[in-house]
C-alpha cells in the first residue's frame, strides 16, 4: 500500500526530554512537512522539505528540529525548548506536478507532556 | 497569521440537509484546496480549484471561489452522519510548495 505514516500514535513525554516523531512516506514525494494542531484549531506550519538534505522553517519552528537524510523520511524532534509542546502532530507530503499539488497527510501523533 | 478563515467554526444539521462552509483569504492565490479531517485523523483531500476556475463539482461537493471577494464556499449536498468532521481550506499563493490551512467548520450532521 502507498501512503504515509506516522508513528507512535500517542507519545508521553516528561518535561525537559526530547522526542522524536517518525514520519515515513513510500510516495516518491520530494516535498515533507510537519504541521502542529492545538485543539479546536486549524494546522500551523513547523517545517517543510523540498528534497533531501534540505529544510525550511515554518512558522513555528522554535524548539523544534528536523533531518532529511532519505526521501522517505522526515523525522520531527520536540526537544526540551519548546515550552508547550502537548499538541497533535501531523506530517505531510507532496509530490510535484503541474496539474495537483494536493498535500497527502500522515494519521497524526498524539504528544502529551506529563 | 492563518491566510484563510472558515466560517462558519461550527455547523449542525440534519441528514439529508445542504451544507455551507465558507473561507476567506487575504492575498492573491493561485489555488484553493478543503480538506476534511475526522476527530483525531489526518487530512484527506477533497477538492483544489484554481484561481481561473470559478465553480468545481466532485459528487456531492461543490465548490466556487470568488477572487474578487478572496472568498470561496464549498457546499456539501444531501448530507449523512457520515460527513460529521471538520473541514478546512487552504490556500497556496504561488503553486509553490506552501499551504496556508484557515482554522476550520466543525460540521456535525445528525441522523
Known amino acids: 500500500d502507498g501512503g504515509i505514516t506516522q508513528s507512535p500514535k500517542y507519545l508521553f513525554r516528561k518535561e525537559g526530554q526530547n522526542v522524536t516523531l517518525s514520519c515515513e512516506q513510500n510516495l516518491n514525494h520530494d516535498a515533507m512537512y510537519w504541521y502542529r494542531q492545538d485543539p479546536g484549531q486549524g494546522l500551523r506550519l513547523i517545517y517543510y522539505?523540498?528534497?533531501?538534505?534540505?529544510?525550511q522553517k515554518g512558522d513555528i519552528a522554535e524548539g523544534y528540529s528536523v533531518s532529511r537524510e532519505k526521501k522517505e523520511s522526515f523525522p520531527l524532534t520536540v526537544t526540551s525548548a519548546q515550552k508547550n509542546p502537548t499538541a497533535f502532530y501531523l506530517c505531510?507530503?507532496?509530490?510535484?506536478?503541474?496539474?495537483?499539488?494536493?498535500?497527502?497527510f500522515g494519521p497524526g501523533t498524539r504528544l502529551t507532556v506529563l | 497569521s492563518q491566510q484563510g478563515e472558515e466560517d462558519p467554526q461550527a455547523l449542525s444539521i440534519q441528514e439529508g440537509e445542504n451544507a455551507t462552509m465558507n473561507c476567506s483569504y487575504k492575498t492573491s492565490i493561485n489555488n484553493l484546496q478543503w480538506y476534511r479531517q475526522n476527530s483525531g485523523r489526518g487530512l484527506v483531500h477533497l477538492i483544489l480549484?484554481?484561481?481561473?476556475?470559478r465553480e468545481k463539482h466532485s459528487g456531492r461537493l461543490r465548490v466556487t471561489l470568488d477572487t474578487s471577494k478572496k472568498s470561496s464556499s464549498l457546499l456539501i449536498t444531501a448530507s449523512r452522519a457520515a460527513d460529521t468532521a471538520s473541514y478546512f481550506c487552504?490556500?497556496?499563493?504561488?503553486?509553490?510548495?506552501?499551504?496556508?490551512f484557515g482554522g476550520g467548520t466543525r460540521l456535525m450532521v445528525k441522523p
Open positions: 487552504a490556500t497556496d499563493v504561488n503553486a509553490g510548495n506552501m499551504l496556508t
Open positions: 522539505s523540498q528534497i533531501v538534505n534540505d529544510f
Open positions: 480549484i484554481r484561481s481561473n476556475e
Open positions: 505531510a507530503s507532496r509530490g510535484f506536478s503541474r496539474q495537483n499539488n494536493e498535500q497527502f
